[in-house]
């Protein structure tokens, strides 16, 4: 076929080793195939080149239809499907570590100087909210 892309080796390992690094394994994975969509006309329409992976135990689907190639498809299915396993541990991960981060900001001791002004404006404060009180002229 003249318009395949071929995908060298050098690609299908770094593929390999991203699927890898996501903990993605082929039983995991449930591919099937189907008709694209777009532009390519008569093309397009009769064959079934767009790929498109389940991962069964995150329920995570992505559709691939890159190249008129199946098995270029395939391929880079794969990797969209690693790179997206990836980005959502790696935001998991994130969300726990802000969480984190906020509550030993939280529990963290004021300085002197923080505890001084905060108390100053809590006088200030108060002192405003006093003034604010009825005056009585009956007396």
């Given at each position: 076929?003249?318009?395949?892309?071929?995908?060298?080796?050098?690609?299908?390992?770094?593929?390999?080793?991203?699927?890898?690094?996501?903990?993605?394994?082929?039983?995991?994975?449930?591919?099937?195939?189907?008709?694209?969509?777009?532009?390519?006309?008569?093309k397009?329409?009769?064959?079934?080149?767009?790929?498109?992976?389940?991962?069964?135990?995150?329920?995570?689907?992505?559709?691939?239809?890159?190249?008129?190639?199946?098995?270029?498809?395939?391929?880079?299915?794969?990797?969209?499907?690693?790179?997206?396993?990836?980005?959502?541990?790696?935001?998991?991960?994130?969300?726990?570590?802000?969480?984190?981060?906020?509550?030993?900001?939280?529990k963290?001791?004021?300085?002197?100087?923080?505890?001084?002004?905060m108390?100053?404006?809590?006088?200030?404060?108060?002192?405003?909210?006093?003034?604010?009180?009825?005056?009585?002229?009956?007396e």
């Open positions: 076929m003249a318009d395949a892309i071929a995908i060298s080796a050098e690609t299908l390992e770094k593929i390999r080793a991203k699927m890898e690094l996501a903990g993605l394994v082929e039983e995991d994975i449930e591919e099937s195939f189907v008709r694209g969509a777009g532009s390519g006309g008569q397009i329409n009769k064959t079934s080149s767009c790929v498109r992976l389940l991962h069964k135990p995150t329920g995570e689907m992505v559709k691939c239809q890159e190249t008129r190639s199946r098995e270029a498809n395939r391929w880079l299915a794969r990797r969209a499907l690693a790179e997206r396993l990836l980005e959502r541990a790696q935001s998991a991960e994130s969300e726990r570590i802000q969480a984190a981060e906020k509550i030993r900001r939280q963290r001791r004021r300085s002197r100087r923080q505890r001084a002004k108390l100053a404006d809590k006088r200030h404060h108060s002192e405003k909210k006093n003034a604010r009180a009825k005056v009585n002229l009956d």
